[in-house]
């Protein structure tokens, strides 16, 4: 290496060298695009299950394969972007996600479907890391890196609060597979905007790049998702079906962890998890999207099965969730700032708790006052939440090592994702399931039951069949074990989230910035017992390493980065 600036000092040249505001908005638009992939569904399952009939353990990997595949290969991605460039595996992301956009349109099979939003989740897993990478490198000051993730959480926000609208009227005035033809124009318009925009970036080249670590990595995390995907599904623990991948997932990734210690380049510095601050962010992110995303997905069946929204109606009262989170994601630099980072994502889980609990109140009829304030409550905890166990981990991890940080962020939140689609829709299903084992004393054929027991969709269909005074009794007792059963999900939900509210207490009680980074003034508050007119003097910068050198031109030639991975999403 070369030079006798800090790296801090070259990226913050490079960053002024480029229209860092431009390439955020480019950065921003291909979020805009995964966000509206993951939520643009959740109103079309009704639509979806009537059509291609999927089993309830079919129905859950149709939602579930994008974020899990994804969540598996972001890793794999993340690294190889550092080697080969991540504009590069940014643009094949973009042309895989619009090529598996239309092999979902004409899905016609359950099977097929599933495979086209596994395919999505690979597109997906080359652009998070890949537009992650990019923002690090042009924000290296810590004050703008916050304005950044605000507004890169405020966009996310823009696009579940637009998925739901925007897949209910598609849904409403189409047909199911219309809400991935959206997908289609923006690719069309975003692939050569990036090809045109974005500088290319990579990372270290230092050591050759670990495949067989990055595969094992891919393949422990898949088999521990599908191992706990078929617990839930009512496989019992020692049930091969269940026992054997959930066995070979942990074992692939105790051996990654021991292989990235040994190695003297590691895709993952796994010492970065002895670090409090760090390993509690992380912690924090798979809770808090565990929450979210679990409840949204029943949300959207309570809205449109048991109230009887229209796809259209569900989408727009799930408006004041994502509006919330886009203010908690603007306001968020602010906030952390103020309150620091214990405090924010501490409280935060808190609010979110109280909100869940209060949705308890909800039954089988429309309460809209109670369900705007509670959507509000909780888009707003949530995103709080989120934003500072983001910020915070990627602050706290060593400069060197933000490819790999940032890597582990997204894994982490896809994989809380994933997992808060599995274990709250396994618990929604074993609390409902129970509620309708009256019905065959009181005259409802056995085979008719079974079926029921699967979802409230099918118990309505089969309701429908039955018809007469049965379907009408089939149909009643279906929905009060759906509203039985959402409430001890909701319960189970806010224990998690309380639970998060306790890990919180090992984040720092302030935001810090390390040497050569800025803060703003509101960071030199005192520490607890200094006083209260003294500010907090900075530490002195330890002696300047000499660093690779790196360039950000504001087209394409070649630069190198510190970071790979999502800040916020």
Known sequence: MSGTTTAAARLRSAADGANRWVVLVVLCLSLLVVALDATVLHVAVP??????????????????????????????????????????????GYGLFGAASLLAVSADTPAVLIAARALLGVGGAMIMPATLSILRQVFPDRRERALAIGVWTAVAAVGAATGPVVGGFLVQHFWWG?????????????????????????????????????????????????GVKRLGGGAALLDPVALVPLALGLA????????????????????????????????????????????????????????????????????????????????????????????????????????????????????????????????????????????SMLSDAPAERAGGAAAIGETSYQLGAGLGIALLGSVMNAAYAPG????????????????????????????????GPLGDLLRSTARHAFVGGLHITLFVSAGLLLLGALAALRLPRAMECPPKEFCSEADTTPEAGAGADEPRVPAPAPPERPARRVTLPARREPAEATGSGRAAH
């Open 47 to 92: 639509s979806l299950t009537e059509d291609l009939r999927p089993s309830a353990t079919g129905l859950l990997w149709i939602v579930d394969a994008y974020p899990l595949v994804c969540a598996s290969l972001l890793i794999l991605f993340g690294t190889l972007g550092d080697r080969v460039g991540r504009r590069r595996v940014l643009l094949l």
């Open 178 to 226: 219309s809400v991935f033809l959206i997908n289609i124009p923006l690719m069309a318009v975003i692939l050569p905007l990036g090809r045109w925009l974005l500088p290319e970036s990579r990372g270290s080249q230092d050591g050759p790049w670990d495949v067989l670590g990055a595969l094992m990595a891919a393949a422990g995390v898949l088999g521990v998702v599908l």
């Open 252 to 391: 692939l990734l105790i051996l990654f962890v021991r292989r990235q210690k040994r190695r003297t380049h590691p895709l993952i510095d796994i010492s970065m998890f002895a670090r409090p601050a760090f390993s509690t962010a992380v912690g924090c992110i798979v809770l808090a999207m565990l929450a979210l995303v679990g409840l949204q997905l029943i949300a959207v069946q309570y809205l449109q099965l048991v109230l009887g929204l229209s796809p259209l109606e569900t989408g727009l009262r799930l408006l004041p969730l994502t509006f919330a989170a886009m203010a908690a994601g603007a306001t968020g630099s602010y906030t952390l700032r103020r309150l620091g980072p214990r405090r924010m994502v501490g409280w935060g889980f808190v609010l979110t708790a109280s909100s869940v609990l209060l949705l308890t109140s909800m039954g089988h009829h429309d309460r809209p006052a109670l369900l705007t304030g509670a959507f509000v409550l909780l888009g707003f905890g949530l995103q709080t939440t989120l934003f500072g166990a983001y910020e």
């Open 436 to 467: 309708l084992a009256s019905l065959r004393d009181q005259g409802v054929p056995a085979r008719a039951g079974a079926e029921a027991s699967h979802s409230l969709g099918e118990a309505y269909q089969v309701a429908a069949e039955l018809g």
